[in-house]
């Protein structure tokens, strides 16, 4: 054998669980690593959060934090995603200015000329907070499928639907054990489960992920072409119950307004498919759109969907990346909160980095790890 030759390592075989944005961004760039990547995904994929998220991209928003590196970088993955994937068309990927607004039954109307003319109702006018270089947005259900796409037909990603039950780690790898007394076996897993990482028995005692339900609706208005790209951050002030609400709206170019908020700690429920919304929750997110805006009020638009989604969240509101203490070739990824949309892609190319080499270095990985939770 030629001395310059080196043996030929064969692909390492690593299990991804969950099928959000968070489990395919990580098998998407493990698999375009050189990985034979299998997903497993117990419903549908970006059936949870995923698919129902405002999808909001801020470059700026998580600055001066321990977050900002890992926002600004994958702030520019998304943009240069959506040019290889084409995601203006397959998947509404699409810069925007954003406005913070006060409103409220008692708030009386100012035209200012930063509000866009569709935003005439009872609105004191707020400020700038994005432009279209800093704020961009998704449809988040068709990003994460369009990705799991190619990364099936590019790079051989293999889908199997179940329910991961346990995890095995052994000498030689893991073992993923299936609903129905399946197995996958890998060099590595990584649980990407959202707020169901609790769930598995190895994980509870490691750190808490825990869940908090944000309602959303989608409105589509008879006079579509009069909503501009302005995504609204609004302050709703009732009059009658305690304190301010913040829903958040956002027009898409399919000129649907999607409008989301606020946020309320809850139970897990089982799967993702016991998640459903309450009526006084969507009610307030459909009143407060016709006091935004004349155009959304009840007589102007259809309802196209009325929704809940659970964010998975963590105790120091950091997402939680890296291998599981004591569960070598274990990693978890999970707990992205608010912002799981725009962590996606930075937070599976790192993750690929971490599982395939050993570290990450497209972001710092570090304080994420799960053992800050080791006491
Ligand atoms: C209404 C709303 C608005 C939001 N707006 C924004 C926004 O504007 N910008 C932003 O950046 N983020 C936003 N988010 C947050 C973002 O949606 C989440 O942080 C992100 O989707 C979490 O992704 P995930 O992959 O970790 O979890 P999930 O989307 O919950 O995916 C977890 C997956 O794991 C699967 N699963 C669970 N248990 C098992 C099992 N045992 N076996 C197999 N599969 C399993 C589930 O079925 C699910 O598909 C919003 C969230 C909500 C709810």
Redesign the pocket.
């Known amino acids: 054998m030629d001395d310059n030759l080196q043996p030929h390592e064969p692909p390492k075989q690593v299990v991804v669980?969950?099928?959000?944005?968070?489990?395919v961004c990580t098998a998407y760039f493990l698999a375009k690593k050189g990985a034979r990547v299998t997903l497993?995904?117990?419903?549908s994929i970006?059936?949870?959060?995923?698919g129902?998220?405002?999808?909001?991209?801020a470059l700026h928003m998580c600055d001066d934090g321990p977050m900002s590196s890992l926002a600004r970088t994958s702030f520019s993955l998304h943009s240069s995603l959506a040019k290889e994937l084409e995601g203006s068309v397959s998947y509404g990927y699409r810069p925007l200015t954003t406005l913070s607004i006060s409103v409220g039954e008692s708030v009386l109307p100012s035209r200012s000329p930063i509000l866009p003319p569709w935003v005439d109702g009872r609105v004191k006018t707020g400020e700038i907070i994005g432009t279209t270089e800093t704020t961009a947005q998704i449809d988040?259900r068709l990003f994460t499928r369009v990705l799991l796409a190619k990364a099936v037909t590019e790079y051989g990603v293999e889908v199997v639907t179940?329910?991961?039950?346990g995890v095995v780690v052994e000498e030689e790898g893991v073992v993923v054990k299936v609903d129905g007394g399946g197995v996958v076996g890998g060099d590595a897993v990584v649980l990407?489960?959202?707020?169901?990482t609790n769930?598995?028995p190895e994980l509870c005692s490691k750190f808490r992920v825990h869940g908090k339900k944000?309602?959303?609706v989608v409105l589509e208005p008879k006079d579509g072409d009069a909503i501009t790209p302005h995504a609204l951050f609004a302050t709703y002030y009732p009059t009658q119950e305690p304190g301010p609400i913040d829903p958040d709206f956002f027009p898409r170019p399919t000129r649907d307004v999607y409008i989301?908020g606020p946020s309320v700690e809850v139970e897990i429920p089982d799967?993702?498919e016991s998640v459903s919304p309450d009526p006084e929750s969507i009610q307030m997110l459909e009143r407060v759109a016709g006091i935004v805006s004349s155009y959304l009020e009840k007589e102007n638009v259809s309802v196209k969907s009325e929704e809940a989604?659970?964010?998975?969240c963590t105790d120091d509101d950091m997402p939680i990346m890296g291998e599981v203490l004591g569960m070598k070739g274990c990693y978890v990824a999970?707990g992205?909160?608010?912002?799981?949309?725009?962590?996606g892609p930075a937070s599976g190319a790192a993750m690929a980095e971490l599982v395939l080499d050993g570290r990450a270095t497209i972001v710092d990985l570090h304080r994420f790890s799960p053992t800050r939770f080791v006491v």
Do not use: D, N, Q, T
């Open positions: 669980c969950g099928g959000g944005i968070i489990g497993i995904e117990r419903s970006a059936c949870a959060a995923s129902k998220a405002g999808a909001f991209l988040p179940g329910k991961v039950e990407a489960l959202g707020p169901w769930k598995l944000v309602h959303c989301c799967g993702p989604g659970i964010m998975p999970s992205h909160g608010y912002w799981g949309i725009l962590f």
